[in-house]
């Protein structure tokens, strides 16, 4: 990280912010700005923030779980997926650029905020469902295999 933070120093020291940021003729520059922001804010803000959720749910689980069928992954894979898609279609969500986004396409944003949320229902109902089957398929291979040891 230190490494990153130093080619991300020289490059604003040479480079100069005023030459990142312009878009006239250099649309990459603020486009390589903004990816080096976006890096620096996920390492430095959002890692240790889901780092964080990820302990507390471990800390939580372990209290209710049945421990046949762990659960943390059923929480997180939805949770990742419904997170990726609020990050790519934030904008969106939003309603950030309805305008141009309106005379680009003719359409509206209205819909966006209705349809992340139906997907991030699913996820979770999928993933609930997955785990019921599971928990199910472990209750009756242990009931077997305690009838089979009573035996």
Known sequence: MVSGFA???????TAKPSTLWTPEGSWWKSMALWF?????????????VYALADRLLGVRLKRCQDWR???RNHVRV???????MLLMFFPGILRRGATLYG??????QQ???GRWLLLTAVLF??????YA??????????TTTFESRQR
């Open 125 to 130: 109902a999928g993933s609930a469902l997955s």
């Open 36 to 48: 080096a922001a976006a890096i620096t804010f996920h390492d430095l803000v959002l890692f240790p």
């Open 7 to 13: 080619l991300l120093g020289y490059l604003i020291f």
């Open 103 to 108: 005379e680009d396409t003719g359409l509206t």
């Open 111 to 113: 819909p966006f905020m």
């Open 69 to 71: 069928v762990p659960l």
């Open 133 to 142: 089957i599971r928990l199910t398929l472990a209750q009756r291979r242990n």
């Open 78 to 84: 939805p949770a990742l997926g419904s997170g990726l």
